[in-house]
């Protein structure tokens, strides 16, 4: 095949993924004054971050004064069974208050308590009312604002554009190539320093919340350029997506429908939560159903156990189902019709009336609605430095769901949005600063950029071979019922034989059509990152030996002291992934001294 | 499981026509569910755009049987089992290909609305807005920018050549919303009217009908704009205005 013609574009940084925390990168780097281009795959705003529901949690102290950074700590901490990078959980907390009050300079209008301050809501696995919020759409609201923003910036934006390889120049980054999605022509983006902002690999499962858009590509390619790779076995199933009909299943119900008073009940009319209350939590648990209602207005009184960390949530789902106490279509009710008034709820979820209203034709004001587990978030992701969000390569960053270690094992309801903002920033303010002080010259290899469009084109002049889309559908059946919820040794090693099928299927996928839009085409490269991160996630998996947050072993029940201390890292070494045990960063007396502290 | 047939445009700038895909369709299903179908099993190549698949990012942009519609939120309980049903691009923007359209239009419009100005906050460094006085302008922040309105509008859907001087209702209550902010300190409605065009605008209120977000785009938004712009001219309440310390014009 003759080399493609590509065309090329220099930056000092390039941002990739354009959802909060890429938004925001590209704003902090665009202030250090160096030139900045934000590459992003759909059109702009239409990101993941648009689909967020319930809030950004921020220890603000509106609602209640008594919140601080140290609880939200604390509950971060806890929430991923402290196997979080403690240094991250800090800064997070400590960031997001100003974060978010930037976003309500930038033009953001979130909901008000009765003073004029922003309104904060409850949610799992946080003391205190923390979620600024607007209605259940505050990731519009989040975006919106960040993109308005960002196009009075002097920020290059490439729309519709997908990366599909990082470039090095030795050890150092030195750009990436990739493709116009509305030409299909090749483009090289050379720059100093490449922030990381694509978000998850939720597309690998079946019954997903994630859109088309989420393949893992920022953890592919990373790994792929000699970054390392932490905690990717931990996959957060959410526990309230659609259930039915089929067409809607695994749609998000934002938790702040049990925030505001919702209760999750079994075909008996039971509330089961109070039956799976864990040791770890018991403290600060209602263990009554009197306790639990109190707590909304009266925080003397211990959570609801509605309102567990997620992990908790969806693993009792899972069990009511797999018991017979489930729905008619194989989920939980979730009830806030019989408990709070019908304007009350159109006001604080009205996206959610109108979802069930218009996807699933039930008036959530009147009825139950029906809601199961579903595939939503990967803790895991790019190592980091916590400070400044350099992965394992020379200016490489990495923010947002693609980089790992602020959630530990399990994330918390809000702290996704609150992440997005406090490491975007710090992603775009250090990449900035590495492009400024980078020495030498920007280099590319002339020759790996032609390989991999070469790669990219490939599918093209293949006869015979596969549609790309049974290829993806039968990877998302493979990870779903192999790689789940709910996960045994037997079972994953099956997962891994399959995946390596698949890649063999993958490597003769056939393309029909032209290079212009043509989402074939679009499929058949993603299965490059998608079956790279299921084979990642099925090794981490393999390797841990505990059930810990959003990683839970039927044939190692337990959490595991030893394994508390240790983040599985994955690595490309001669082009296998390799697989070793880590111990986690040590962390501060001051800190662990607040996680004894009941407040 | 009832089959449909799908009238989907297939076709580049240079041209192309409506071709014919029988497809099944499952309980709860919607067009955006026919048309995944039908890649996946007779057109790979067939283009269209997505991603949330709940009516909250607003990519699905199309025209069914006519209509300015969001695939995603098109039940196929809509139409008769065995009904023929159209799918084509929105008509106003260039086409890419297939269901795919150029909407850069919009993105060039949208930097064109001077942002926000924002007041100096309270002595304590805060921000205080009461909820009744972002009630309106959080109306219009619901907009989830599917450009359905813009395709809609005919100031623009059949005078191409207005285009240069008309930014369409997304970008009014764009504007709207921004004026509406109890903290907001900058005056756009010279900018609505000489660079926006809203004096183009009739207010025939296509563009509400279309809005799959009910936003009342022309009563709360067009409407009232188009009023703020009268009152300017009024030399009363310009003089009053002056005397109040009202807003300044954008720089």
Known sequence: ????????????????????????????????????????????????????????????????????????????????????????????????????????????????????????????????????????????????????????????????????????????????????????????????????ATGGIGKAWKITSNSWEYTGDGQATALWAGADLIDMEFVQFHPTGMVWPPSVRGILVTEGVRGDGGTLKNNKGERFMFNYIPEFF???????????????????????PD??????????????????????????????????????????????????????????????????????????????????????????????????????????????????????????LHAGLYAKNFAGALRVDQAEVESAARAMLEPFDRSGGENPYAIQADLQEVMQNLVGIIRTE?????????????????????????????????????????????????????????????????????????????????????????????????MPPELKALLQERK | MPTFTLKVFRGSPTGGDFRDYRVDADDGMVILDLVHRIQATQAPDLACRWNCKAGKCGSCSAEIDGKPRLMCMTRMDLFKPGETITVAPMRTFPLIRDLVTDVSYNYVKARQVPPLRLKPPDPDGKYRMMQEDIDRAQEFHKCIECFLCQDVCHVIRDHEDHKPRFSGPRFFIKAAGLDMHPLDTLDRTEFVRAQAGIGLCNITKCCTEVCPEHIHITDNGIIPMKERMVDNFDPVVWLLRRFRGGRQEPA
Request: aromatic share 6%; hydrophobic share 40%; glycine share 12%.
């Open chain 1, 1 to 196: 095949m003759a080399t493609p013609a590509y065309e090329t574009h220099e930056h000092d940084v390039i941002v990739i993924g354009a959802g909060g925390a890429g938004l925001r990168a590209a704003i902090e780097a665009a202030a250090q004054g160096v030139s900045v281009g934000l590459i992003c795959k759909s059109l702009l705003g239409k990101a993941h971050t648009v689909m967020a529901e319930g809030g950004i949690a921020a220890a603000l102290g509106n609602v209640w004064p008594e919140d601080n950074w140290q609880v939200h700590f604390r509950d971060t901490m806890r929430g991923g069974k402290m196997i979080n990078n403690w240094r991250m959980a800090q800064l997070h907390a400590q960031e997001a208050p100003d974060r978010v009050l930037e976003l309500e300079r930038w033009g953001a209008l979130f909901d008000r308590t009765r003073e004029g301050l922003i309104l904060q809501r409850d949610f799992g696995g946080h003391r205190y009312a923390r979620l600024a919020h607007v209605g259940d759409r505050t990731g519009l609201e989040m975006i919106r604002t960040l993109q308005y923003h960002a196009i009075h910036q002097g920020i290059d934006v490439y729309m519709e554009c997908k990366v599909e390889r990082l470039l090095k120049d030795g050890d150092r980054v030195a750009g990436a190539v990739g493709y116009w999605r509305n030409t299909g022509q090749v483009v090289l983006f050379k720059a100093k320093a490449v922030v990381l």
């Open chain 1, 490 to 586: 037997a079972e994953m090693r099956q997962a891994l034989d399959k995946i390596e099928g698949l890649k063999e299927r993958a490597k003769k996928v056939r393309v029909d059509g032209g290079r212009v839009y043509n989402p074939g085409w679009h499929t058949a490269l993603d299965l490059g990152s998608l079956l790279t991160v299921a084979e990642c996630t099925t090794l981490a998996a393999l390797e841990r030996k505990e059930s810990r947050g959003g990683h839970t072993r039927e044939d190692y029940p337990f959490t595991d002291d030893a394994w508390g201390k240790l983040n599985v890292v994955l690595r490309l070494r001669d082009g296998r992934v390799q697989v070793s045990r880590e111990p986690l960063p040590e």
């Open chain 1, 307 to 428: 309102l567990l960390p997620r992990d908790e949530v969806a693993r009792a789902i899972n069990s009511e189902v797999k018991a017979g106490r489930g729905s008619p279509h194989g989920g939980v009710l979730l009830d806030i019709c019989t408990r709070r008034p019908a304007d009350y709820i159109r006001k604080r979820l009205p996206s959610m009336y109108h979802q069930f209203k218009e996807l699933a034709g039930v008036d959530i004001t009147k009825e139950p609605m029906e809601v199961g587990p579903t595939c939503h978030y990967v803790m895991g992701g790019v190592r980091v430095d916590a400070d400044t969000t350099q992965a394992t390569v020379p200016g490489l960053f990495a923010a947002g769901e693609v980089a790992a270690g602020l959630h530990g094992s399990n994330r918390l309801g809000g702290n996704s949005l609150s992440d997005l903002v406090v490491f975007g920033r710090r992603a775009g």
């Open chain 1, 282 to 304: 018991k403290g600060e648990t209602a263990d009554n159903e009197q306790e639990a209602d109190a707590w909304y207005a009266d925080k003397n009184n211990r959570r609801t």
